[in-house]
């Protein structure tokens, strides 16, 4: 698009891409500061997020049934997707997704214990 304008200043001569948002994909509900009990999945995007993820299967795998540390943090977990469920504003539950040349593998979906009477695991393996 011809001219370009930043604060109060319009440049004619200048060309600028006007950019939109990208679109949000049917999965990705998760919406801050929802209600406490809206159910919504967020694609992780940095170290903080996946840092969430590792601790609620370390609090389901590890705490809950005794699974080894280095059966679940098996080395894929820096390759996959994985998707972070929320109830409300806590993140609730996650799962993880590889890819392979022909097909996806759904894995590792844990749920902390207060939320599993909500439709969260249905939701994630739905996303997923």
Request: glycine share 8%; net charge neutral.
């Amino acid at each position: 698009v011809q001219g370009a304008s930043f604060k109060r200043h319009y440049l004619k001569d200048l060309m600028h891409l006007p950019m939109q948002a990208p679109p949000v994909a049917s999965y990705d509900s998760y919406v801050p500061g929802a209600e406490d009990s809206a159910i919504g999945i967020k694609v992780v995007h940095d170290l903080s997020e996946l840092t969430m993820v590792l601790a609620m299967r370390a609090a389901a795998y590890i705490g809950e049934q005794g699974i080894p540390y280095r059966e679940d943090v098996d080395g894929n977990d820096l390759s996959a997707t994985h998707l972070i469920g929320y109830v409300g504003d806590e993140p609730a539950g996650c799962i993880r997704i590889r890819w392979f040349a022909g097909f996806a593998k759904v894995e590792r979906l844990a749920v902390l214990p207060r939320f599993r009477r909500t439709r969260l695991a249905f939701k994630l393996v739905q996303a997923a």
